[in-house]
């Protein structure tokens, strides 16, 4: 319980964010190894039990219907290994999750990678550096001029698949709750950003230097 109200009233993570822009080679590559990259349908959500953990089911479904898109590695068989999901700002700003309860605003010609897995059994092998590289390329085919991945700084494996997958180190943010309010702060310059709401935009961030 007294675990519980702590979280309620204060929160706290060390976040890197990484960039990249439609400049780099926004060629579609082509699928990796015996496994098919392609989009993914809420037909593949139900046949699949990775998909029925942690009510993940229902939530991915809520998020196709809100425009975002999931792309993943499919075994010959048609067993999921790994899953992305992307989201791309055409003609107006979308809204996509960044820690806790907080969301990202992204303004119209940028997209955000985000959520991404691989199962358990395929780690190591290379999913998720080529999953973050054809996500990338399907952004700017699709008329991105940038994208952006966030993923927690004391995660060194996600990090290196990120800068290795062609996405540069933008910056280091610490993410704070404390009685409701949301204040992002640069380890940089020691900028703060602070909002009562819970959604925060994506170029507040895209502004602090590297």
Known sequence: MIGRVRRVL??????????????????????????????????????????????????????????????????????????FWLSIAHDASTTVPLAGALSFQIDPGHAYVWDCRTRESHQGRGLYREGLRRAQALAFTLGARSASIVCNADNLASRMGILAAGFTHHTTVEVFRVFGLWIVKDKVRSAYLPSWRPVLPLSDFLCLPA
């Open 10 to 83: 204060y929160y706290r993570r060390c976040l890197d964010l990484f960039t990249a822009s439609s400049s780099q080679e926004a060629s579609l590559p082509h699928d990796y190894e015996q496994f098919s990259f392609r989009p993914l349908s809420v037909n593949d959500f139900s046949a699949d039990a990775l998909f029925r953990e942690k009510n993940r089911f229902s939530k991915f479904v809520k998020r196709l219907a809100s425009g975002h898109q999931c792309f993943g590695f499919v075994e010959p068989g048609g067993q999921i290994v790994a899953y």
